[in-house]
């Protein structure tokens, strides 16, 4: 998933719920960001809080 300078961090959250809800039924879910502490990297931090519960093995 791309993330570009025009894009917001609400942007990329709401992207990647759609992309994460449409994973419903796998068990697990990686996603890779080229950064530790970039705005995709905290973005995915934040949501993986909020979707532990529904994605207990969700790794970053």
């Known amino acids: 998933m791309d993330f570009l300078p025009e894009h917001s961090a609400d942007e990329l959250k709401e992207k990647m719920q759609k ?3 449409e994973l419903g039924a796998c068990d697990s879910v990686l996603i890779l960001t080229d950064l530790t502490g970039g705005t995709p990297y905290n973005v ?4 993986r809080l ?3 519960e529904a994605f207990p093995r969700f790794r970053i």
């Open 50 to 52: 909020e979707q532990m």
């Open 19 to 21: 992309a994460v809800a």
């Open 44 to 47: 995915v931090s934040k949501l």
